[in-house]
């Protein structure tokens, strides 16, 4: 059958549609988020479920996501500048705060695919592209 695969004897049938769309969510963070005190916005980015199939369909979101954030966190270092991972940067700027970025930072530890923003004039230049 054109346009289909088999997997574990199941026929799916492809469509011509993205398998899934990318959602950005932005909040205001808290004490409940790690590094609030130098970090205010985060945009958590995410891969809406479109037209996955069942089998193998998590797969799929899960590389879309992170996909999709490596895209954002491209977008970021050129626009920003380099920065490095959220608990890298809290343990540097416990003693050498000079040398860090000081618009953004990334977290991806325990499968989360969250960028952090100091300001509303980044969270503005984020919006401006991803929103």
């Known amino acids: ?27 205001k963070t808290d ?5 609030s005190e130098l970090f205010h916005y985060v945009a958590d980015i995410t891969a809406e479920r479109y037209n996955i199939p069942v089998i193998g369909g998590l797969q799929v979101r899960l590389s879309k996501r992170l996909t999709d954030f490596n895209e954002v966190r491209a ?22 705060a000079s040398s860090l970025n000081t618009h953004w930072t990334w977290h991806t530890e325990f499968g989360e695919t969250k960028i952090y923003m100091t300001t509303d004039k980044e969270v503005n230049w984020f919006k401006l592209k991803w929103l």
């Open 1 to 27: 059958m054109k346009g289909s695969i088999t997997v574990l004897g199941q026929t799916i049938v492809l469509v011509n549609k993205p398998i899934s769309i990318m959602k950005i969510k932005i909040r």
């Open 75 to 96: 977008w970021c270092i050129q626009t920003w500048g380099m920065s490095c991972e959220r608990s890298s940067y809290l343990e540097i700027a416990k003693t050498d």
């Open 31 to 35: 004490a409940r988020f790690t590094g």
